[in-house]
């Protein structure tokens, strides 16, 4: 069965250094999103993509943050100058649609990379 | 504030039992439910309910939603070890450019003994 996977499971930074995480969607979805979920607390949207921009994005998506689209297959997320509070597990998600009709089809989850900042 | 709420946050039964897991919604701009169920990684994917009072099964699990009072539930009969996980509840809102990003729940851990 098609997955996301996401790489790499597990990252350990310095505070103050860069982050890239990366997600390859299924590869016929074409709705992509990221959520992170610190220890102990509910999993938390941080933003989503369509047709190579960001749909929406949430109050912790701010300018530290970015997302990009950078081949026909990967999704990443970028993190500039992490924070002790950044620790936590990022997921990606894809979800299926058709051009620029969203199905309504439930989103599939990777298996998450853990960031650990020190 | 948008909220999903699920109940109880632990649970601890025996092989063989019943559950019913608990999920109450505020969000506005509703479009679907959905149930995942998480081990150790990836919350994997059970149901998506979007109409009230249309049950969805799969094997031993089953889940129903009821948009009135703004709840669904999960129950899962005759519960195995392999159960024992995080039930995570996730109410998907849509948004202005009409993709959806969902609100979840704080989750619920199973623990199922042999």
């Known amino acids: 069965e098609p997955e996301v996977t996401q790489t790499p499971s597990h990252q350990v930074t310095q505070m103050g250094q860069e982050v890239i995480l990366r997600c390859v969607p299924i590869?016929?979805?074409?709705?992509f999103y990221w959520y992170r979920q610190i220890l102990g607390q509910k999993v938390e949207f941080l933003v989503s993509?369509?047709?190579?921009?960001?749909?929406?994005k949430s109050e912790i998506f701010d300018d530290q943050f970015s997302v990009e689209r950078p081949d026909g297959s990967n999704f990443t997320l970028k993190i500039r100058s992490t924070k002790l509070e950044d620790s936590a597990m990022y997921f990606c998600?894809?979800?299926?649609?058709?051009?620029?009709?969203?199905?309504?089809?439930?989103?599939?989850f990777g298996d998450g990379t853990r960031l650990s900042i020190l | 504030e948008d909220k999903v709420v699920q109940s109880p946050l632990s649970l601890v039964v025996h092989e063989g039992d019943t559950v019913t897991l608990n999920c109450s919604y505020e969000?506005?701009?509703?479009?679907?439910l959905l149930w995942y169920k998480q081990e150790k990684k990836a919350p994997t994917f059970l149901f998506m309910l979007?109409?009230?009072?249309i049950e969805k099964k799969s094997g031993r699990l089953s889940s129903i939603l009821d948009k009135k009072e703004l709840f669904s539930i999960l129950n899962i009969t005759a519960t195995q070890t392999g159960d024992s996980a995080v039930y995570l509840c996730?109410?998907?809102?849509?948004?202005?450019?009409?993709?959806?990003?969902?609100?979840f729940g704080q989750g619920t851990t199973l623990q199922v003994k042999p």
């Open positions: 996730a109410v998907e809102e849509k948004d202005s450019s009409n993709t959806g990003k969902l609100i």
């Open positions: 979007t109409s009230s009072g």
């Open positions: 969000v506005t701009n509703f479009r679907s």
């Open positions: 998600a894809s979800s299926e649609g058709i051009g620029e009709y969203f199905l309504g089809q439930p989103q599939h």
């Open positions: 993509f369509y047709n190579n921009e960001i749909s929406e």
């Open positions: 590869s016929n979805h074409l709705y």
